[in-house]
């Protein structure tokens, strides 16, 4: 049993820190923190649930349309990132008001019969998922030490099982050990940015001025929205704040929100920045010089060839820990999926031990790693709209959720976004079968 007002511990035990954090939490909740002290107990969900934005999938997307359009289509992630926002924001905020995540709250709602079909779709989409998460690490070790594929994956599935040992040491642990991957990833992208020498006012003018130029960059444009969304990164957020901390009234779950909020902007202006960077750097290298990269292989090799071994080193590195630490978020979404639908739940370690047999054998089959990620990329579409569509119906009840219930105008923007996503993803599937 949970006490009111208790910070729940995950199911591994709970370290120093992860004591220490719950106390502040406390205290920053009853007035007696202010300042930076009263946040920092509130910051790390979001990050672990924004790794999923930083994907290999999205470096592929980002790269190709740099190298195509140069800067043309910063607006569109720029775009993309808001939306991400606030999905990620009822995410959090279903956890929050009422204790579940969102497989668990669809379980409680749906027909047993709904509750499996989403539980099997929501499985797929993570393997699927999972695949773009190895091959991309396992791609990293590739391009960085000469390592044959299929000893990269051997090493990938080594370094995953360790990420999730951080998990079994407490839940401050994994969020400080993800975190800690995603400032490399940041500070990989920051150098290749200025190793670029990009256009600044070109830049300047790709974030704020929506166009496009020919049909090919609209496709390229609804490629990079429609992935925005990641399905497991939306059951995944849900059941980090769900019982992370525990407002013991309303008010309390509505200042909890808010500093929860800020968490969620925090991660999402990084991960959006990321994702900026992939382009500018592409832009700056590859679009300048005549040149249309669309394999990532082809990129290192490029980004050696015009900026130096340091760039293609970071560029690696960044798509190794990009892939290393999205892999293991995928497992822990897998986790929290299996017990919310259908109650059930195994060993996470032996999760891990299943979720690799698919990429290795993707590997083994000698397909190119570049193609395997797009094709990754056309299962995840299947499964956006059963999680998007479940998460506005659950917080637009209020019923559901007490007061933190949406606004009117929330839910609509909701729907809106859910619609444009779900129609994006459904026309480039067809693209892609045509």
Do not use: C
């Amino acid at each position: 049993m949970i006490e009111q007002g208790v910070v729940q511990q995950q199911p591994a035990k709970m370290d120093h820190r992860a004591k220490k954090t719950n106390a502040s939490a406390h205290a920053a909740l009853d007035g007696k923190v202010k300042g930076l002290k009263r946040l920092l107990p509130f910051l790390g969900p979001a990050f672990i649930a924004a790794v999923a934005y930083l994907d290999p999938g999205n470096f592929a997307t980002n790269i190709t349309a740099g190298s195509k359009y140069g800067y043309l289509l910063l607006w569109v992630i720029a775009a993309s990132n808001l939306m991400a926002v606030l999905i990620q924001t009822l995410s959090a905020k279903l956890g929050i008001a009422t204790g579940k995540n969102l497989p668990e709250v669809a379980h409680a709602r749906f027909p047993k019969g709904v509750s499996i079909f989403l539980w099997i779709q929501s499985e797929l989409v993570i393997i699927a998922t999972d695949l773009a998460e190895f091959i991309g690490a396992a791609l990293g070790l590739y391009l960085l030490f000469g390592i044959p594929m299929l000893p990269a994956a051997i090493i990938t599935a080594i370094g995953s099982f360790a990420i999730l040992e951080l998990q079994r040491r407490g839940y401050r642990t994994l969020e400080a050990g993800i975190a800690g991957m995603v400032m490399i990833v940041v500070l990989a992208f920051a150098f290749q940015v200025v190793a670029a020498k990009p256009d600044l006012g070109a830049v300047a003018a790709g974030i704020v001025t929506p166009r496009f130029e020919g049909v090919d960059s609209v496709l390229l444009a609804a490629g990079i929205l429609g992935a925005t969304v990641m399905p497991h990164a939306i059951y995944l957020h849900s059941s980090l704040t769900q019982n992370r901390i525990v407002g013991r009234n309303e008010a309390e779950k509505k200042k909890i929100f808010k500093l929860e909020f800020i968490d969620i902007v925090l991660a999402m202006i990084i991960a959006g920045a990321v994702n900026m960077a992939m382009v500018i750097v592409s832009a700056g290298l590859f679009f300048k010089n005549g040149l249309v990269v669309e394999d990532l292989d082809v990129a290192f090799r490029e980004f050696a060839r015009l900026s130096g071994p340091v760039t293609a080193i970071s560029f690696g590195l960044g798509l190794l820990i990009a892939g290393l630490s999205s892999s293991s978020v995928g497992t822990m979404a897998g986790d929290v999926v299996m017990q919310g639908f259908i109650n059930k739940r195994i060993n996470l370690y032996l999760r891990r031990a299943i979720t690799i047999v698919p990429p290795l054998a993707i590997i083994i089959s000698g397909i190119n790693p570049t193609n395997a990620l797009v094709l990754s990329q056309v299962v995840l579409s299947f499964g956006i709209a059963f999680a998007l569509i479940p998460l506005i119906m659950f917080t637009s009840n209020r019923d559901i959720m007490g007061g933190l219930v949406n606004r009117r105008f929330t839910s609509i923007l909701g729907w809106l976004i859910s619609a444009l996503v779900v129609g994006l993803n459904l026309f480039l599937l067809a693209q892609m079968l045509l």
